[in-house]
Nanobody
Framework: QVQLVESGGGLVQAGGSLRLSCAASGRTFSRYGMGWFRQVPGKEREFVASITSSGGTTLYSDSVKGRFTISRDNAKNTVYLQMNSLKPEDTAVYYC????????????????WGQGTQVTVSS
């Protein structure tokens, strides 16, 4: 089992920045690729970004590429999502997730999920 806890969400004005953190406990964090997803009510969970277990490869959705950066610190068992130039359409609950697969974009490819953190971007 891997337990994941997100933090860092909040309310920010358009154009601002937030950094989300996801702290992992349980099985060896460095074994797992990590992903960030987001979801708004009534819509499917949307892929945002992912990173391999070593941190050497990352993948982003087109909607966040160039604005968001995913990173990880295996010594701290933590993955981050730095979000810059935020837009109102980035408003969602953001989830982190762990996978043993290589950078899956589908939420079905992830085995463990956090409880989510709300990000609200005002215009």
């Amino acid at each position: 089992q891997v337990q994941l806890v997100e933090s860092g969400g909040g309310l920010v004005q358009a154009g601002g920045s937030l950094r989300l953190s996801c702290a992992a406990s349980g099985r060896t964090f460095s074994r797992y690729g990590m992903g960030w997803f987001r979801q708004v009510p009534g819509k499917e969970r949307e892929f945002v970004a992912s990173i391999t277990s070593s941190g050497g490869t990352t993948l982003y959705s087109d909607s966040v590429k160039g604005r968001f950066t995913i990173s990880r610190d295996n010594a701290k068992n933590t993955v981050y999502l730095q979000m810059n130039s935020l837009k109102p359409e980035d408003t969602a609950v953001y989830y982190c997730a762990a996978t043993e697969l290589f950078l899956p974009r589908s939420h079905g490819g992830y085995d463990y999920w956090g409880q989510g953190t709300q990000v609200t971007v005002s215009s």
